[in-house]
């Protein structure tokens, strides 16, 4: 396995690790367990704000993974890689049909490609009614202009899916195998961690959908961890080198 492309493109689930952490944290300072004073309809409305926030970082990893597997689908020559992508198609859209009354936006089809992502499309996004309430996922910077960690979480998984597209796109046969495969382990080691840390933040509602989401998870880990290994005997069983001696 080329462990260098691996590594170039885990960079992308290590950022959006750290912007889904950033609106975490943003959004738990809404959290009412904060807030003893605080009467109990203004407990279930920081509830709902910090679920929908939570839940549309969750969305927008899932929206990235579909159309990676998308394109990686049409391309992937094992017949195992290509079952994995069809499948990461479909369970990632399902998972975003449960997050769909928490995220109605960040779950429709097209919430990532769609788009400009040089923000001609935010107009549009802050009158929309199921825009988010930016309360949540928003802290201030210096000179007093508010970041807005839910544009910039989308805005890293649109640059992950170009940077993907663009390295897997130069690669063929059992070295595109091997890059997206190697690709899907990082992301979903990310995705596991992110769903661990949002779960503490949640209601028990949405607490209940993630912990699923995490055992789905570990599954596709696993999954894609067995295909890597499938991958790499079969390189060693025809006398190849080692993708990690393709950087020398």
């Not at 990632?92 to 992502?117: C, I, R, V, W």
């Not at 910039?152 to 640059?159: I, K, P």
């Not at 999954?223 to 390189?235: V, Y």
Request: proline share 2%; glycine share 6%; aromatic share 4%.
């Amino acid at each position: 396995m080329n462990l260098r492309n691996v590594a170039a493109l885990s960079f992308c689930a290590v950022g959006l690790g750290v912007a889904s952490l950033a609106v975490a944290q943003q959004a738990d300072q809404k959290n009412p367990q904060a807030q003893p004073g605080q009467s109990q309809a203004g407990q279930r409305a920081s509830w709902q704000n910090t679920d929908q926030a939570l839940a549309t970082c969750v969305a927008i990893g899932n929206q990235e993974e579909v159309a990676i597997a998308k394109f990686a689908a049409e391309k992937a020559k094992h017949k195992d890689v290509k079952e994995f992508a069809a499948m990461m198609v479909k369970d990632h859209q399902a998972f975003n049909q449960k997050l769909k009354k928490y995220a109605p936006e960040a779950t429709q089809d097209g919430y990532l490609t769609d788009k400009d992502s040089s923000g001609s499309d935010g107009n549009r996004r802050a009158s929309s009614p199921n825009a988010i309430q930016q309360t949540a996922a928003t802290a201030e910077k210096a000179g007093g202009q508010a970041i807005d960690f839910i544009q910039l979480h989308r805005e890293v998984a649109e640059e992950c899916i170009k940077a993907a597209k663009s390295a897997m796109s130069k690669k063929d046969g059992a070295q595109f195998d091997e890059c997206f495969i190697g690709y899907q382990i990082a992301m979903h080691a990310s995705m596991k961690n992110k769903l661990v840390v949002f779960e503490r933040h949640v209601s028990d509602d949405l607490k209940q959908v993630l912990a699923a989401g995490v055992e789905t998870t570990e599954l596709h880990l696993k999954k894609a961890e067995q295909i890597m290994k499938k991958l790499d005997d079969a390189d060693s069983s025809d006398g190849k080198k080692p993708r990690s001696d393709d950087s020398k």
